[in-house]
């Protein structure tokens, strides 16, 4: 009989993996915020929004260490008394040009201690479960939900209350979050004496290939798909036009989780992973010359469910060689590592005056995605 992972801990995983997302779809209105709330400029505001996502990225990368020494139902705790503060905090008026590094420091320990820990242990706790992929797909699909609530209500809140219509939200989602930390796994490594592995070194090279293919993979996608306001600027289309077709897209979205759920063990990992992200450069490379806002939806919907189907299979690729959680928990890491470099990329493109070569470098990476998965991973796990 197969073995099935318990509902409620599978829930608590991504219920904990929520609370520390919440603030990376928020980010671009709580940046608004910064500036118009809080009346700092906009290097200002981009730095703070730097610095909670690097604190975030280095709270995954450091997540192999504390995933092994601390209980995780413990883990979950610190983080969101470190995400109620951080926020409760970030609520004052920190308007005055002296409180800048003050308000800096703050969002980067909130990043590092608070969101970072709930989003990454969120991650490998789903890592930890039975069926890795299929969990990891009903996370995508509740993340697509969050961030596209998130953009319909944040707005509007921020709009009537301030810096708070962002910082109190997260706080309401992490005392949610702690009614749920009583059913998630506690991350006992004792469960792990029955897994088979096939030598260290293999279980070693392995986890860290996952990772470096899913950098590679969202240095061409998470860049593109950030740059694509301009493009639609660029080509004539209004901020409101564009913002309403990447709200219908990221609802869609949906679609893409979903149909993973379905399909995960009904298909070969590979025929996913090569279909969804083929489908993802032939759109890339479909971004050129003028187009309707027709045109520009469509594209945005296409490319964003191919990105959140391929998603779980891709995570799940990690969690399939690492069934204690020490590797899967710096997937975070993996992801927006991936995202920071590829922006860097893309600047220096930009600065050539051709910004047409951002199709060619987002089709070109993800394409090394795929031909590292099929050189160094694929053969290595059947």
């Known amino acids: ?76 705790y610190f983080g969101i008394a470190v995400i109620v503060a951080g926020n409760l905090i970030s609520s004052i008026e920190f308007s005055d040009e002296h409180s800048f590094p003050l ?36 996370t995508i699909a509740a993340q697509v939900i969050m961030g596209s609530l998130t953009a319909l209500l944040v707005p509007i809140a921020m709009s009537k209350y301030g810096i708070v219509g962002m910082t109190y939200p997260a706080i309401a989602l992490a005392v949610i979050g702690l009614y749920f930390i009583k059913d998630l796994n506690d991350g006992k490594q004792s469960e792990l004496n029955n897994i088979n592995t096939d030598g260290s070194s293999k ?84 971004f050129s010359g003028e187009i309707t806002w027709i045109g520009f939806m469509l594209r945005a919907i296409c490319f964003q469910v191919a990105w959140n189907f391929v998603g779980p299979f891709l995570m799940g690729m990690v969690a399939s060689v690492d069934k204690s959680g020490n590797y899967s928990v710096m997937i975070p890491a993996s992801q927006l590592g991936g ?29 090394l995605s795929v031909l590292i998965y099929f050189m160094l991973f694929r053969n290595r796990t059947e």
């Open 1 to 76: 009989m197969a073995l099935i992972d318990k509902k409620t801990e599978v829930l608590a995983a991504i219920i904990v993996g929520c609370v520390g997302v919440f603030f990376v779809f928020g980010m671009p209105f709580f940046v608004g915020g910064i500036i118009s709330e809080l009346g700092f400029n906009q290097s200002q505001a981009n730095l703070v929004s730097s610095a909670e996502i690097a604190g975030m990225a280095l709270s995954s990368m450091l997540g192999f260490f504390w995933i092994q020494k601390f209980r995780w139902r413990t883990i979950a």
């Open 103 to 138: 308000f800096l420091t703050v969002r980067f320990i909130t990043g590092l201690f608070g969101h970072g820990l709930c989003f990454s242990l969120g991650v490998a706790a789903i890592g930890r479960t039975i069926n890795p992929d299929k969990n990891f797909s009903y």
């Open 203 to 286: 279980m070693l090279f392995l986890p860290l290939i996952g990772l470096l293919i899913m950098a590679i993979w969202q240095m061409g996608v998470g860049p593109f798909f950030n740059n694509l306001v301009p493009y639609g600027i660029n080509n004539g289309l209004s901020g409101d036009a564009i913002g309403r077709a990447l709200f219908i897209s990221t609802a869609m979205s949906i679609i893409g989780p979903i149909s993973a759920s379905m399909l995960i063990g009904k298909i070969d990992r590979s025929y996913a992973v090569f279909g969804a992200l083929s489908i993802q450069i032939l759109i890339i490379m479909s």
């Open 339 to 367: 995202i920071a470099i590829g922006h860097a990329v893309i600047a220096s493109i930009l600065s050539t005056g051709n910004p047409s070569l951002i199709n060619y470098f987002s089709g070109s990476f993800i394409a």
